[in-house]
């Protein structure tokens, strides 16, 4: 391997000679890819209706809540400083603004978190095209991000130009149009990507940040002067957000110090301050809302990696992201992917995902989310194969035959494309609006009701962080749900667990001390046990909402219920 023997600069900070000419070339190509992906984006956030991931809602807009309203559910992980506010002021902010505007009613407090995430989302696309083409060329950009779009709105197209414009159709038109392929066609992207997690933070600063470090590059003598440091320091605050993201950047750190000659530069003059700024800087935005001086990076690793905390919520074989998590997370783009790793021979980004999923295979407790930050790369090397497919079909003129035989058959390109379209579509559709949807219609539902002030208090009678709660309620009402913070001795079976073991015995030693709420939300698979319970203290059924047709964790919750006292 072949060892960089200067940092060159450039006439632009932040932009190589290579790309000043392709930037010549196609000026506005960015600002067109960064609008197309803002429009698709914010349509992806308004189709993403269902409950995924508690975090989304507990550890971010929850704890933005109560920083911007001054009411909101802490869990116990920020009562022993395990997380960084810097994640949740980004919303606590836009709720500032959303309130001055007047804006806070039920469907937007709902909605508006995920729109400001689709702005997140767009930046990391754009920075995805712009790394795909810095590392292979156009050509392999244009297919590492459009073929979402295709999926989204190929049908609106087809619909809309074939009735109003009378212009022909080809399925390539619409590819070359947007110039995009592989980022957004996957499922679980436009499942995940535009949620309130952490993780997807923490994946758009991944893109922007590898886009940023000169190692990462084919042509390392062609970079920017400023690019590393503009990639330190996003590195740096993906740590900050999410601490794991150290493991991304371990990688690119070693591997930038072992192609650099300016190594005493890189470490001293670069990195450790870089490093220690953004540091700084978070210490002091927790500081301020903690009351007290409080390293969340250093408690998040004593109590996942030292005290192995993680593992109270599950574990997982170690070749899990292997063979269920990561595979299923690639579904259909999986051959792609693999025919991706071998053509295009770069072994920094097929060493990055495999580092990636090897040190996450060791621990124990293993989540979809935990390793999103890799799926965009893996999905670049899919849309290499994908560009391949297209270079080693013949020209036109090249082919052999009547035209119109050619024309019946199609290549095997637009076959790759159908069967992605075929898998992909159903897939996000189905898991962003059907599945487990009931906990958020049941949060809408009720908030809509309080809004009218027909509901004084809740009581969550299912497993712990099952629905949104203040977040999307937004108002300030007495509310219980079952808690499930871990226990410091091994064994105790937490509140939750309890009810779930024994619905109810739990309801009814639960009843004798509580302050009778206005409305109780439940599972239907927990509400046929209680339903004598729940009449006998003069509830009614109210509204049933659909949640998910198979179960996942637990037995099947087939549908969300909403019982009132009988004066409500």
């Known amino acids: 391997m072949k060892r960089r023997k200067n940092d060159s600069s450039n006439k632009h900070p932040n932009l190589s000679s290579e790309e000043e000419k392709q930037e010549k070339k196609s000026p506005d190509s960015s600002k067109k890819v960064l609008a197309i992906c803002l429009g698709f984006r914010m349509l992806n956030a308004l189709l993403i209706q269902t409950y995924f991931n508690p975090d989304e809602h507990w550890q971010a807009l929850e704890v933005a809540h109560r920083i911007a309203f001054g009411y909101g559910h802490l869990t116990w992980e920020w009562k022993k400083g395990i997380r960084s506010y810097l994640h949740p002021m980004l919303f606590a902010l836009f709720y500032k603004v959303i309130a001055f505007l007047g804006l806070d009613t039920p469907w937007f407090m709902m909605k508006a978190p995920r729109l400001l995430q689709s702005i997140f989302s767009a930046v990391g696309d754009l920075y995805l095209y712009k790394l795909s083409r810095v590392l292979f060329g156009d050509g392999v950009a244009k297919w590492a991000v459009s073929l979402s779009y295709v999926i989204r709105f190929y049908a609106l197209h087809l619909f809309a130009v074939k009735l109003f414009s009378g212009w022909p159709f080809m399925m390539d038109d619409v590819l070359n149009h947007f110039q995009l392929f592989s980022q957004l066609a996957n499922w679980f992207n436009f499942f995940c990507f535009n949620r309130t997690l952490s993780n997807s933070l923490e994946t758009v600063l991944t893109l922007v940040g590898l886009y940023y470090w000169p190692c990462m590059r084919s042509s390392s003598n062609k970079v920017p002067s400023d690019s590393r440091k503009w990639g330190l320091a996003v590195a740096a605050l993906a740590c900050a957000i999410r601490p794991t993201s150290a493991i991304t950047w371990v990688y690119v750190g070693l591997l930038e110090l072992y192609l650099t000659r ?50 109270y919520y599950g574990n997982h074989k170690w070749h899990w992201y292997f063979t269920q998590g990561f595979t299923v997370m690639l579904f259909s783009f999986l051959p792609f992917c693999l025919a991706g790793i071998i053509k295009s021979k770069n072994w920094k980004l097929s060493g990055l995902i495999v580092w990636v999923l090897g040190l996450y295979s060791i621990l124990g407790h293993k989540e979809f989310r935990f390793v999103l930050p890799v799926l965009p790369i893996s999905l670049i090397l899919s849309g290499y194969s994908l560009a391949a497919l297209e270079e080693h079909g013949a020209p036109n003129s090249e082919r052999k035959g009547p035209s119109h035989i050619h024309k019946k058959w199609p290549s095997k390109r637009q076959l790759a494309i159908c069967f992605l379209l075929a898998t992909n579509i159903p897939m996000a559709l189905y898991m962003s609006l059907v599945h487990q949807r009931g906990t958020e219609d049941v949060m809408n539902y009720l908030s809509k009701e309080a809004a009218r002030e027909k509901v004084k208090s809740i009581l969550f009678l299912m497993p712990c962080h099952a629905t949104p709660y203040y977040s999307t309620l937004h108002r300030n009402l007495p509310m219980r749900f079952l808690d499930c913070s871990p226990s410091e001795e091994k064994g105790i079976p937490d509140e939750s667990d309890r009810f779930m073991m024994n619905p109810v015995g739990f309801a009814m030693d639960f009843a004798k001390t509580w302050s009778c709420p206005s409305h109780i939300v439940l599972f239907d698979s927990e509400e046929k046990q209680l339903r004598n319970f729940l009449v006998s203290h003069s509830f009614r059924e109210v509204r049933r909402f659909f949640h998910a047709h198979f179960k996942v964790d637990r037995d099947l919750q087939a549908s969300v219920v909403v019982y009132a006292t009988s004066g409500m």
């Open 262 to 311: 300016a190594r005493l530069r890189f470490i001293f003059m670069e990195l450790i301050p870089i490093g220690t700024l953004v540091l700084g800087f978070m210490c002091l935005v927790d500081c301020l809302l903690y009351g007290s001086w409080v390293l969340a990076p250093l408690n998040f690793l004593k109590f996942n990696f030292l005290s192995s905390g993680g593992d």
